[in-house]
């Protein structure tokens, strides 16, 4: 790394941490298959972008985002709220829900259809705002299965 003068500009970099969870949903008035219960194995990859710190000394010195800092978060909010859950639109009639309340306590309701693409906002939505200064959330990346995934980037989201 060239030296740090004042003319020096910090470069921005991306760091990028990977995930996994197991969730089941089942998608609303839907014209396939994916209207029954199913699961999957979910590989969830966060990007975040940012300078490196600059604080020689400090023990997070040339760091975006400390890795073990960025796996606390997205553990606590996301793979724990997530993992072994049945993620179910509100639309579904109350009396089907109760009867599921009957075989999981883990039901996630929300106010969209739970597809990949929806699943994916909905993680971003819940990052951002808890994200430190400095700190910006690039992109997002769900793997619904080892062939298919969806995105949310920052750029595309403004």
Known sequence: MPPKTEFYIMPKIRVTKRFHFEMAHTLHKYDGLCRNIHG??????????????????????????????????????????????????????KEQIELLRKTTERIILVDFQPTTENIVSYIAE???????????????????TVTSFAEWFASDNQ
């Open 126 to 144: 819940i990052l951002q705002p808890q994200l430190p200064a400095g700190v910006e959330l690039f992109s997002i990346r769900l793997y619904e």
């Open 40 to 93: 999957h194995s979910y590989n969830l990859e966060v990007t975040l972008a940012g300078e490196p710190r600059n604080e020689p000394g400090h023990p997070k010195d040339g760091m975006v985002m400390d890795f073990a800092d960025l796996k606390t978060l997205v553990k606590s909010e996301i793979v724990n709220r997530l993992d072994h859950s049945l993620m179910v639109n509100q639309l579904v009639p």
